[in-house]
């Protein structure tokens, strides 16, 4: 099992143990692009979803709730496929 693979199964088994740099790698494994938003957010964007994914950052990590939001995403384009 790779790095990465590990990372997704973290992803999704916890979520909340993930910090901001990991949750974007994972992100970006499943297709999301990430772009730099105003202050401290960042924005994903995925082509199958409608909406984007933002994200406000704080000494390098985020709240478990945005890593919640973000595995109902990566969910919700497994789902769709």
């Known amino acids: ?3 990465k693979q590990k990372l997704v199964e973290t992803f999704r088994t916890n979520p909340g143990s ?16 990430m772009i730099q938003a105003k202050g401290s957010h960042v924005k994903f ?4 979803l409608s909406s984007d ?5 704080h000494n390098g990590d985020c ?3 945005y890593k919640k939001e973000a595995l109902k995403r990566v969910s919700e384009i497994e789902k769709n496929k």
């Not at 901001?20 to 999301?32: D, I, S, T």
């Not at 964007?45 to 199958?48: D, G, L, N, R, V």
Request: glycine share 4%.
């Open 18 to 33: 993930l910090k901001f740099k990991q949750l974007a790698a994972v992100l970006e494994h499943y297709g999301f692009t």
């Open 63 to 65: 709240k478990d709730f």
């Open 1 to 3: 099992m790779t790095q």
């Open 45 to 48: 964007k995925h082509p199958k």
């Open 53 to 57: 994914l933002i994200i406000p950052i």
